[in-house]
C-alpha cells in the first residue's frame, strides 16, 4: 500500500473518531448491580409487562449514576427472542430492546 493511501486513511479516521468522543457513546454509569428479580420494584415490573407483553422476565440489574437509579430488567418472549427494557422507579420507559 503506497504512503499517500495509508495517510488519507488515517486523516479519513480521524473525523470518525473526533465524532464520536464529541458526541459520547451514551450515558456511562457509574455502578451497575445484579439484582434478583423479585426485588424489583412492582411498578417497574408492572411497566414492562405492558411494554413487553408476553416476556417472562428473570434477571434484573440496577444502574446508578450518582442519585439516579435505572432498572434494567431482561427476560424471554413466547418466541425464545430475549428482551430488555430499561425503567426508572417512576415508570418511566428510557430503553426498550
Known amino acids: 500500500m503506497s504512503q499517500m493511501k495509508r495517510t488519507m486513511r488515517q486523516y479519513l479516521s480521524l473525523p470518525s473518531v473526533l ?8 450515558e456511562v454509569f457509574e455502578k451497575t448491580e445484579m439484582l434478583p428479580i423479585d426485588k424489583v420494584p412492582e411498578k417497574v ?38 428482551r430488555d427494557i430499561k425503567v426508572t422507579p417512576d415508570g418511566t420507559v428510557l430503553e426498550v430492546d
Not at 465524532?19 to 451514551?26: A, I, M, Q, R, V
Open 19 to 26: 465524532l464520536l468522543l464529541l458526541t459520547g457513546c451514551g
Open 45 to 82: 415490573i408492572a411497566v414492562a409487562k405492558e411494554k413487553l407483553p408476553g416476556v417472562t422476565f428473570d434477571t434484573a440489574w440496577t444502574e446508578k449514576n450518582g442519585d439516579k437509579t435505572v432498572y434494567e430488567v431482561r427476560g424471554k418472549s413466547k418466541d425464545g427472542k430475549t
